[in-house]
Protein backbone atom coordinates (compact mmCIF):
# COMPACT_ATOMS: atom_id res chain seq x y z
CA UNK A 1 0.00 0.00 0.00
CA UNK A 2 1.36 3.42 -0.59
CA UNK A 3 1.99 5.62 2.35
CA UNK A 4 0.08 8.41 2.81
CA UNK A 5 -1.22 11.58 5.35
CA UNK A 6 -3.30 9.27 7.71
CA UNK A 7 -3.05 7.24 11.00
CA UNK A 8 0.43 5.77 11.94
CA UNK A 9 1.44 3.70 14.74
CA UNK A 10 4.17 6.30 14.88
CA UNK A 11 3.89 9.23 17.31
CA UNK A 12 6.66 7.71 18.30
CA UNK A 13 7.86 5.87 20.99
CA UNK A 14 10.74 8.10 21.50
CA UNK A 15 8.22 10.90 22.52
CA UNK A 16 7.71 11.94 26.25
CA UNK A 17 4.81 12.41 26.26
CA UNK A 18 2.26 14.12 23.19
CA UNK A 19 -0.66 16.43 24.41
CA UNK A 20 -3.43 17.48 22.36
CA UNK A 21 -5.04 19.60 24.06
CA UNK A 22 -5.72 17.45 26.97
CA UNK A 23 -4.39 14.38 25.46
CA UNK A 24 -0.66 13.23 25.50
CA UNK A 25 1.05 10.90 23.17
CA UNK A 26 4.18 9.30 24.57
CA UNK A 27 5.95 9.14 28.01
CA UNK A 28 9.18 8.01 26.40
CA UNK A 29 12.15 9.52 25.47
CA UNK A 30 12.60 11.96 28.82
CA UNK A 31 14.49 15.25 27.84
CA UNK A 32 16.29 15.60 24.56
CA UNK A 33 18.23 13.76 22.32
CA UNK A 34 16.46 13.56 19.08
CA UNK A 35 18.25 12.24 16.02
CA UNK A 36 16.48 14.47 13.66
CA UNK A 37 17.54 17.55 15.61
CA UNK A 38 18.29 20.91 13.26
CA UNK A 39 15.40 19.74 11.11
CA UNK A 40 13.93 23.68 10.87
CA UNK A 41 10.99 24.85 9.21
CA UNK A 42 7.01 23.48 7.73
CA UNK A 43 6.42 20.52 5.88
CA UNK A 44 6.72 18.23 9.17
CA UNK A 45 4.87 15.32 9.65
CA UNK A 46 4.88 12.77 12.14
CA UNK A 47 2.85 9.52 11.68
CA UNK A 48 2.16 7.42 14.55
CA UNK A 49 0.15 5.86 18.04
CA UNK A 50 -1.11 7.80 20.70
CA UNK A 51 0.50 6.39 23.63
CA UNK A 52 0.11 8.36 26.91
CA UNK A 53 -1.65 11.41 28.20
CA UNK A 54 0.48 14.35 29.66
CA UNK A 55 2.71 16.82 28.64
CA UNK A 56 3.26 18.08 24.97
CA UNK A 57 5.92 15.93 23.16
CA UNK A 58 6.03 13.84 19.71
CA UNK A 59 8.91 12.03 18.20
CA UNK A 60 11.31 13.93 21.14
CA UNK A 61 9.61 17.48 20.00
CA UNK A 62 8.07 19.93 22.06
CA UNK A 63 4.93 20.83 20.31
CA UNK A 64 2.31 23.75 21.36
CA UNK A 65 -1.13 22.22 20.27
CA UNK A 66 -3.46 25.18 21.61
CA UNK A 67 -4.18 26.50 17.59
CA UNK A 68 -4.13 22.88 16.08
CA UNK A 69 -7.50 21.73 14.04
CA UNK A 70 -8.95 18.11 15.06
CA UNK A 71 -10.32 16.05 12.52
CA UNK A 72 -11.67 12.52 13.60
CA UNK A 73 -12.78 10.43 10.37
CA UNK A 74 -13.09 13.53 7.63
CA UNK A 75 -15.11 15.89 10.64
CA UNK A 76 -13.92 18.26 12.93
CA UNK A 77 -13.32 16.82 16.24
CA UNK A 78 -11.20 16.78 19.06
CA UNK A 79 -8.76 14.62 21.43
CA UNK A 80 -11.67 13.40 23.13
CA UNK A 81 -12.57 11.07 20.05
CA UNK A 82 -9.27 9.83 20.52
CA UNK A 83 -7.79 6.70 23.15
CA UNK A 84 -4.49 4.87 23.40
CA UNK A 85 -2.98 3.17 20.59
CA UNK A 86 -4.99 5.08 17.89
CA UNK A 87 -2.45 5.92 14.59
CA UNK A 88 -3.23 10.10 14.38
CA UNK A 89 -1.26 12.24 11.99
CA UNK A 90 0.01 15.58 12.90
CA UNK A 91 1.40 18.47 10.96
CA UNK A 92 3.94 20.95 12.24
CA UNK A 93 6.01 23.19 11.71
CA UNK A 94 9.76 22.91 13.68
CA UNK A 95 12.24 25.32 15.02
CA UNK A 96 15.71 25.55 14.04
CA UNK A 97 16.95 23.34 16.66
CA UNK A 98 14.12 20.24 15.83
CA UNK A 99 13.16 20.30 19.04
CA UNK A 100 10.31 22.40 19.84
CA UNK A 101 7.50 23.11 17.21
CA UNK A 102 3.57 23.80 16.72
CA UNK A 103 1.34 21.59 15.60
CA UNK A 104 -1.31 22.80 13.33
CA UNK A 105 -3.13 19.94 12.04
CA UNK A 106 -4.17 16.39 14.15
CA UNK A 107 -5.80 13.71 12.17
CA UNK A 108 -7.18 10.49 12.56
CA UNK A 109 -8.93 7.60 9.99
CA UNK A 110 -9.37 3.96 11.11
CA UNK A 111 -7.75 1.72 8.50
CA UNK A 112 -10.57 -0.90 8.94
CA UNK A 113 -14.25 -1.48 10.44
CA UNK A 114 -17.01 -3.81 10.29
CA UNK A 115 -18.15 -6.54 12.03
CA UNK A 116 -16.38 -10.20 12.89
CA UNK A 117 -18.50 -12.74 11.08
CA UNK A 118 -20.58 -14.68 13.53
CA UNK A 119 -19.45 -17.98 11.67
CA UNK A 120 -15.72 -17.08 11.36
CA UNK A 121 -13.26 -17.94 14.21
CA UNK A 122 -11.21 -15.67 16.37
CA UNK A 123 -7.71 -18.02 16.81
CA UNK A 124 -4.93 -17.51 19.85
CA UNK A 125 -1.69 -18.51 19.31
CA UNK A 126 -0.29 -21.68 22.05
CA UNK A 127 1.42 -18.04 23.71
CA UNK A 128 -1.95 -16.78 24.64
CA UNK A 129 -0.29 -13.24 23.59
CA UNK A 130 -1.95 -13.11 20.10
CA UNK A 131 -5.78 -13.40 18.55
CA UNK A 132 -6.21 -13.79 14.67
CA UNK A 133 -9.34 -12.60 13.07
CA UNK A 134 -10.85 -10.95 9.78
CA UNK A 135 -13.10 -8.19 9.05
CA UNK A 136 -14.33 -7.89 5.65
CA UNK A 137 -12.20 -10.55 5.07
CA UNK A 138 -8.63 -8.82 6.02
CA UNK A 139 -6.60 -10.29 8.43
CA UNK A 140 -6.14 -9.09 11.37
CA UNK A 141 -4.36 -9.66 14.88
CA UNK A 142 -4.43 -8.03 18.25
CA UNK A 143 -1.81 -8.28 20.96
CA UNK A 144 -2.68 -8.71 24.38
CA UNK A 145 0.39 -5.72 25.11
CA UNK A 146 0.52 -3.94 21.88
CA UNK A 147 -3.35 -3.27 21.55
CA UNK A 148 -5.25 -1.18 23.14
CA UNK A 149 -8.84 -1.98 23.76
CA UNK A 150 -12.06 0.20 23.94
CA UNK A 151 -15.41 -1.22 25.47
CA UNK A 152 -14.15 -4.96 25.23
CA UNK A 153 -11.10 -6.57 26.21
CA UNK A 154 -8.85 -9.18 25.05
CA UNK A 155 -9.91 -11.79 26.77
CA UNK A 156 -13.57 -10.42 26.02
CA UNK A 157 -13.49 -10.37 22.17
CA UNK A 158 -16.34 -11.83 20.20
CA UNK A 159 -17.55 -13.03 16.83
CA UNK A 160 -19.76 -11.07 15.88
CA UNK A 161 -17.91 -8.16 17.61
CA UNK A 162 -18.49 -4.86 15.42
CA UNK A 163 -14.86 -3.45 15.45
CA UNK A 164 -13.21 -0.23 14.37
CA UNK A 165 -9.25 -0.52 13.69
CA UNK A 166 -5.97 1.26 13.71
CA UNK A 167 -2.96 -0.11 13.31
CA UNK A 168 -0.55 -0.99 10.88
CA UNK A 169 0.34 -3.77 7.86
CA UNK A 170 3.16 -6.36 7.84
CA UNK A 171 4.69 -7.76 5.21
CA UNK A 172 2.59 -10.27 4.75
CA UNK A 173 -0.21 -8.08 4.61
CA UNK A 174 -1.56 -8.86 8.01
CA UNK A 175 -3.03 -5.68 9.99
CA UNK A 176 -1.31 -5.59 13.42
CA UNK A 177 -3.87 -3.77 15.57
CA UNK A 178 -2.72 -1.16 17.84
CA UNK A 179 -6.04 0.04 19.06
CA UNK A 180 -9.84 -1.60 18.77
CA UNK A 181 -12.70 0.36 19.40
CA UNK A 182 -16.13 -1.75 20.02
CA UNK A 183 -18.91 -0.20 17.72
CA UNK A 184 -22.64 -0.79 17.79
CA UNK A 185 -24.63 -3.92 16.81
CA UNK A 186 -24.09 -4.83 13.33
CA UNK A 187 -27.25 -4.58 10.62
CA UNK A 188 -26.81 -5.73 6.98
CA UNK A 189 -27.39 -3.51 4.64
CA UNK A 190 -27.45 -0.59 7.22
CA UNK A 191 -24.26 -0.22 9.68
CA UNK A 192 -21.18 1.57 8.01
CA UNK A 193 -18.22 -0.47 7.10
CA UNK A 194 -14.64 1.35 6.12
CA UNK A 195 -11.37 -0.36 4.28
CA UNK A 196 -8.45 2.06 3.45
CA UNK A 197 -6.51 0.35 0.86
CA UNK A 198 -5.11 0.58 -3.05
CA UNK A 199 -7.36 0.71 -5.52
CA UNK A 200 -5.80 -2.34 -7.50
CA UNK A 201 -8.16 -2.71 -10.82
CA UNK A 202 -11.40 -0.31 -11.89
CA UNK A 203 -14.14 -1.72 -14.23
CA UNK A 204 -17.24 0.83 -15.17
CA UNK A 205 -18.95 1.15 -11.31
CA UNK A 206 -16.55 -1.27 -9.18
CA UNK A 207 -13.03 -0.83 -7.80
CA UNK A 208 -10.79 -4.26 -6.25
CA UNK A 209 -9.60 -2.42 -3.62
CA UNK A 210 -6.33 -4.01 -2.22
CA UNK A 211 -6.49 -3.81 1.77
CA UNK A 212 -3.55 -5.71 3.34
CA UNK A 213 -3.67 -9.34 1.44
CA UNK A 214 -7.22 -9.35 0.60
CA UNK A 215 -8.74 -7.32 -2.39
CA UNK A 216 -12.30 -6.20 -2.01
CA UNK A 217 -15.02 -5.40 -4.52
CA UNK A 218 -15.98 -2.01 -3.94
CA UNK A 219 -19.27 -1.11 -6.00
CA UNK A 220 -19.10 2.70 -6.98
CA UNK A 221 -22.58 2.87 -8.38
CA UNK A 222 -24.08 4.97 -5.31
CA UNK A 223 -21.08 6.33 -4.34
CA UNK A 224 -19.80 10.14 -3.31
CA UNK A 225 -16.96 10.44 -5.57
CA UNK A 226 -16.04 13.94 -5.11
CA UNK A 227 -13.19 13.60 -2.31
CA UNK A 228 -11.39 12.14 -5.63
CA UNK A 229 -10.29 14.88 -7.79
CA UNK A 230 -10.07 13.84 -11.49
CA UNK A 231 -11.20 10.63 -10.95
CA UNK A 232 -10.34 7.09 -9.62
CA UNK A 233 -7.23 5.53 -10.80
CA UNK A 234 -4.86 2.16 -10.48
CA UNK A 235 -2.60 2.61 -7.43
CA UNK A 236 -4.47 5.54 -5.54
CA UNK A 237 -4.72 5.09 -1.98
CA UNK A 238 -8.49 5.81 -1.05
CA UNK A 239 -10.72 5.19 1.91
CA UNK A 240 -14.45 3.27 0.96
CA UNK A 241 -17.22 3.73 3.15
CA UNK A 242 -20.60 1.59 2.85
CA UNK A 243 -22.60 -1.37 3.51
CA UNK A 244 -22.47 -4.73 3.26
CA UNK A 245 -24.93 -7.39 3.08
CA UNK A 246 -23.93 -9.85 5.65
CA UNK A 247 -21.20 -10.27 8.00
CA UNK A 248 -19.08 -12.34 5.89
CA UNK A 249 -19.74 -10.34 3.08
CA UNK A 250 -16.20 -8.46 1.34
CA UNK A 251 -18.00 -6.58 -1.18
CA UNK A 252 -18.70 -2.91 -0.20
CA UNK A 253 -21.83 -1.10 -1.89
CA UNK A 254 -19.69 2.41 -1.24
CA UNK A 255 -21.74 5.47 -0.28
CA UNK A 256 -18.52 7.62 -0.33
CA UNK A 257 -14.56 7.08 -1.68
CA UNK A 258 -12.23 9.43 -0.26
CA UNK A 259 -8.60 10.00 -1.87
CA UNK A 260 -6.21 10.32 0.59
CA UNK A 261 -3.54 12.81 0.28
CA UNK A 262 -0.09 11.50 -0.26
CA UNK A 263 3.00 12.72 1.21
CA UNK A 264 4.66 15.75 -0.81
CA UNK A 265 8.33 15.48 -1.54
CA UNK A 266 10.14 18.24 0.82
CA UNK A 267 8.06 17.05 3.52
CA UNK A 268 10.21 16.27 6.88
CA UNK A 269 8.95 12.90 7.46
CA UNK A 270 8.83 10.49 10.65
CA UNK A 271 7.37 7.32 9.96
CA UNK A 272 6.68 3.98 11.94
CA UNK A 273 6.06 0.90 10.43
CA UNK A 274 6.73 -2.98 8.90
CA UNK A 275 9.53 -3.14 6.50
CA UNK A 276 7.20 -4.54 3.62
CA UNK A 277 9.43 -4.63 0.94
CA UNK A 278 13.15 -4.88 1.26
CA UNK A 279 15.97 -5.61 -1.53
CA UNK A 280 18.55 -3.76 0.34
CA UNK A 281 19.54 -0.75 2.61
CA UNK A 282 19.40 1.57 0.06
CA UNK A 283 16.12 0.19 -1.26
CA UNK A 284 13.40 -1.09 1.06
CA UNK A 285 9.90 0.25 1.92
CA UNK A 286 7.98 0.90 4.88
CA UNK A 287 4.19 0.26 4.38
CA UNK A 288 4.40 1.20 0.81
CA UNK A 289 6.45 4.29 1.29
CA UNK A 290 10.01 3.79 -0.61
CA UNK A 291 13.14 4.37 1.27
CA UNK A 292 16.79 4.88 0.67
CA UNK A 293 18.73 4.51 4.30
CA UNK A 294 22.11 4.38 2.49
CA UNK A 295 23.41 7.03 4.59
CA UNK A 296 21.45 7.05 7.34
CA UNK A 297 22.35 5.75 11.07
CA UNK A 298 20.97 2.62 12.48
CA UNK A 299 20.00 2.65 15.70
CA UNK A 300 21.10 0.22 18.11
CA UNK A 301 24.20 0.46 15.54
CA UNK A 302 24.22 -3.73 15.87
CA UNK A 303 20.51 -3.50 14.54
CA UNK A 304 19.92 -4.85 10.90
CA UNK A 305 17.42 -4.28 8.76
CA UNK A 306 15.19 -6.73 7.04
CA UNK A 307 11.79 -7.93 5.82
CA UNK A 308 9.43 -7.61 8.24
CA UNK A 309 10.93 -5.22 10.66
CA UNK A 310 9.35 -2.93 12.74
CA UNK A 311 11.01 0.61 12.29
CA UNK A 312 11.15 3.74 12.68
CA UNK A 313 12.06 6.20 10.08
CA UNK A 314 13.27 9.61 9.90
CA UNK A 315 14.23 12.09 6.41
CA UNK A 316 13.45 13.89 3.75
CA UNK A 317 11.33 12.96 1.05
CA UNK A 318 12.60 13.17 -2.57
CA UNK A 319 11.45 12.31 -5.91
CA UNK A 320 8.90 10.21 -3.91
CA UNK A 321 11.62 8.49 -1.91
CA UNK A 322 12.48 8.87 1.83
CA UNK A 323 16.30 9.76 1.98
CA UNK A 324 16.46 7.90 5.67
CA UNK A 325 18.97 10.31 7.89
CA UNK A 326 18.04 7.66 10.85
CA UNK A 327 16.45 4.24 11.32
CA UNK A 328 15.60 3.28 14.54
CA UNK A 329 14.40 -0.77 15.64
CA UNK A 330 11.10 -0.69 17.28
CA UNK A 331 11.18 -3.95 18.15
CA UNK A 332 14.04 -6.75 18.49
CA UNK A 333 13.74 -10.52 19.57
CA UNK A 334 15.37 -10.39 22.59
CA UNK A 335 12.31 -10.18 25.67
CA UNK A 336 13.13 -10.30 29.29
CA UNK A 337 9.66 -9.83 32.18
CA UNK A 338 10.60 -9.79 35.79
CA UNK A 339 10.97 -7.81 38.50
CA UNK A 340 13.00 -4.39 37.86
CA UNK A 341 15.68 -2.94 40.10
CA UNK A 342 18.96 -0.67 40.36
CA UNK A 343 17.87 2.17 38.51
CA UNK A 344 20.47 4.28 36.76
CA UNK A 345 18.78 7.45 35.51
CA UNK A 346 22.11 9.46 34.93
CA UNK A 347 23.28 6.27 33.00
CA UNK A 348 19.73 4.81 31.59
CA UNK A 349 19.69 1.28 32.96
CA UNK A 350 17.87 -0.76 35.17
CA UNK A 351 18.47 -4.40 35.83
CA UNK A 352 16.07 -7.29 35.95
CA UNK A 353 16.32 -10.24 38.36
CA UNK A 354 16.33 -13.92 37.11
CA UNK A 355 16.48 -16.91 38.16
CA UNK A 356 18.38 -15.09 41.23
CA UNK A 357 20.85 -13.30 39.06
CA UNK A 358 20.27 -10.07 36.17
CA UNK A 359 19.76 -9.14 32.77
CA UNK A 360 21.04 -5.08 32.44
CA UNK A 361 18.83 -2.75 30.54
CA UNK A 362 19.48 0.26 28.35
CA UNK A 363 17.01 2.85 27.94
CA UNK A 364 17.49 5.15 24.85
CA UNK A 365 16.43 8.54 24.28
CA UNK A 366 14.01 6.37 21.30
CA UNK A 367 13.00 3.93 23.88
CA UNK A 368 8.94 3.76 24.21
CA UNK A 369 8.54 3.61 27.86
CA UNK A 370 4.95 3.38 29.86
CA UNK A 371 4.33 2.07 33.20
CA UNK A 372 0.20 1.13 33.42
CA UNK A 373 0.50 1.18 37.24
CA UNK A 374 1.24 4.50 37.93
CA UNK A 375 0.28 6.74 34.69
CA UNK A 376 1.28 10.10 36.06
CA UNK A 377 3.93 11.43 35.72
CA UNK A 378 4.51 10.09 32.17
CA UNK A 379 7.38 7.41 32.32
CA UNK A 380 10.76 9.32 31.05
CA UNK A 381 14.26 8.89 31.52
CA UNK A 382 13.96 11.32 34.36
CA UNK A 383 11.23 9.43 35.94
CA UNK A 384 12.45 5.98 35.29
CA UNK A 385 13.68 5.57 38.98
CA UNK A 386 9.31 4.87 38.96
CA UNK A 387 10.79 1.54 37.60
CA UNK A 388 12.24 0.29 41.16
CA UNK A 389 10.65 -2.66 42.63
CA UNK A 390 7.71 -3.19 39.61
CA UNK A 391 7.25 -5.91 37.48
CA UNK A 392 8.66 -4.76 33.76
CA UNK A 393 8.26 -6.21 30.32
CA UNK A 394 11.34 -5.50 28.26
CA UNK A 395 11.63 -6.18 24.56
CA UNK A 396 14.99 -4.84 22.34
CA UNK A 397 18.35 -5.60 20.61
CA UNK A 398 21.44 -7.28 22.18
CA UNK A 399 24.52 -5.02 22.63
CA UNK A 400 28.14 -6.43 23.00
CA UNK A 401 28.02 -6.37 26.48
CA UNK A 402 25.31 -8.58 26.75
CA UNK A 403 22.59 -6.01 27.62
CA UNK A 404 19.40 -5.57 26.89
CA UNK A 405 19.22 -2.40 24.52
CA UNK A 406 15.61 -1.32 24.91
CA UNK A 407 12.83 -0.58 22.31
CA UNK A 408 9.90 -1.20 24.51
CA UNK A 409 9.25 -1.15 28.18
CA UNK A 410 6.60 -1.53 29.88
CA UNK A 411 5.49 -1.51 33.65
CA UNK A 412 2.93 -3.41 34.81
CA UNK A 413 1.32 -5.89 37.23
CA UNK A 414 2.92 -9.07 38.65
CA UNK A 415 3.40 -11.94 35.98
CA UNK A 416 5.61 -14.79 34.18
CA UNK A 417 9.00 -14.41 34.54
CA UNK A 418 10.20 -14.20 30.75
CA UNK A 419 13.63 -14.24 28.70
CA UNK A 420 14.03 -14.94 25.52
CA UNK A 421 16.95 -15.20 23.13
CA UNK A 422 19.46 -17.47 21.00
CA UNK A 423 20.19 -20.26 23.58
CA UNK A 424 23.94 -20.43 24.37
CA UNK A 425 24.57 -23.06 26.37
CA UNK A 426 22.47 -26.58 28.03
CA UNK A 427 23.68 -29.14 30.68
CA UNK A 428 20.75 -31.81 29.92
CA UNK A 429 18.34 -32.07 32.85
CA UNK A 430 19.88 -29.02 35.07
CA UNK A 431 19.87 -25.82 33.19
CA UNK A 432 19.73 -24.14 29.72
CA UNK A 433 21.36 -20.31 29.09
CA UNK A 434 20.05 -17.21 27.80
CA UNK A 435 20.73 -13.73 27.45
CA UNK A 436 23.65 -14.97 29.66
CA UNK A 437 21.18 -16.05 32.59
CA UNK A 438 21.74 -19.90 33.49
CA UNK A 439 18.31 -20.87 33.98
CA UNK A 440 17.42 -24.16 36.51
CA UNK A 441 15.50 -26.85 34.85
CA UNK A 442 14.07 -29.43 36.71
CA UNK A 443 12.14 -32.96 35.52
CA UNK A 444 9.36 -30.95 35.91
CA UNK A 445 10.18 -28.40 33.45
CA UNK A 446 8.05 -28.49 29.77
CA UNK A 447 10.42 -28.80 27.07
CA UNK A 448 8.33 -27.96 23.52
CA UNK A 449 8.40 -26.80 20.02
CA UNK A 450 7.64 -23.61 18.43
CA UNK A 451 3.96 -24.57 18.14
CA UNK A 452 3.87 -25.20 21.70
CA UNK A 453 4.13 -28.95 21.46
CA UNK A 454 5.82 -30.95 23.95
CA UNK A 455 9.17 -32.91 23.07
CA UNK A 456 8.63 -36.05 23.56
CA UNK A 457 11.83 -36.82 25.20
CA UNK A 458 12.57 -33.93 26.63
CA UNK A 459 15.02 -31.89 27.32
CA UNK A 460 17.27 -34.42 25.02
CA UNK A 461 14.97 -34.19 22.08
CA UNK A 462 15.05 -30.66 22.48
CA UNK A 463 18.87 -30.06 22.44
CA UNK A 464 18.94 -32.15 19.18
CA UNK A 465 16.58 -29.28 17.64
CA UNK A 466 18.35 -26.29 18.60
CA UNK A 467 21.74 -24.55 17.72
CA UNK A 468 23.81 -22.96 20.29
CA UNK A 469 24.40 -19.81 19.63
CA UNK A 470 21.59 -18.92 16.65
CA UNK A 471 18.49 -21.24 17.81
CA UNK A 472 16.06 -18.34 19.71
CA UNK A 473 14.02 -19.97 22.88
CA UNK A 474 12.03 -18.55 25.60
CA UNK A 475 12.55 -19.74 29.32
CA UNK A 476 9.17 -18.79 31.45
CA UNK A 477 8.82 -19.03 35.09
CA UNK A 478 5.57 -19.02 36.58
CA UNK A 479 4.95 -17.33 39.74
CA UNK A 480 4.41 -18.98 42.93
CA UNK A 481 0.51 -19.25 44.12
CA UNK A 482 -2.76 -20.18 42.21
CA UNK A 483 -2.00 -21.11 38.67
CA UNK A 484 1.33 -20.68 39.43
CA UNK A 485 4.40 -23.28 38.46
CA UNK A 486 4.61 -26.42 39.19
CA UNK A 487 8.05 -26.10 40.62
CA UNK A 488 9.90 -24.00 42.59
CA UNK A 489 9.94 -20.12 41.91
CA UNK A 490 13.33 -19.44 39.90
CA UNK A 491 13.49 -23.36 38.18
CA UNK A 492 11.82 -23.04 34.49
CA UNK A 493 8.55 -23.90 34.19
CA UNK A 494 8.68 -24.51 29.97
CA UNK A 495 11.58 -23.63 27.39
CA UNK A 496 10.19 -23.14 24.05
CA UNK A 497 11.66 -23.21 20.54
CA UNK A 498 10.99 -20.03 19.05
CA UNK A 499 10.77 -19.26 15.04
CA UNK A 500 13.00 -17.03 13.83
Not at 232 to 237: D, E, I, M
Not at 325 to 334: L, Q
Not at 400 to 416: D, K, Q, Y
Amino acid sequence: MSRVLRTSWLLKPTCAALTLGLLSFGACSGGGGKGGAGIGGSGYKADGTVTEFGSVFVNGVEFDTSAAVFEIEGASGSQASLILGMRVQVEATLDASGTKGTATRVTFEDELEGPIPAGGAITEDADQENKDFSILGVAVRVNVDDTTFSGLTYQSLALGDSLQISGFYDAAGLLRATAVVKKGAFTPNASIVEARGTVASLGANTIGLRVGATTLTVDTTQADLSQVPGGLAVGQVVEAKGTIASDAATSILATAVKLSTAFTDGDTLELEGSVTRFVSQSDFDVEGTKVNASGATLDPTNFTLALGERVEVEGKLSSGVLQASIVRSRGGERRAHATASNVNVSAGTFDLTVAGQTVRVKVTTTTKLKDTTAPQPPLTLATLANLNGKFVKVRGLEDASGAIVATRVFAGNLGTVELQGPITAQVIGTSVTVLGVVFPVDGTTKFSDSANADFPGGQADFANNVTLGSTPIRVRDKQVGPGGGSNAFGVADQVEVQTP
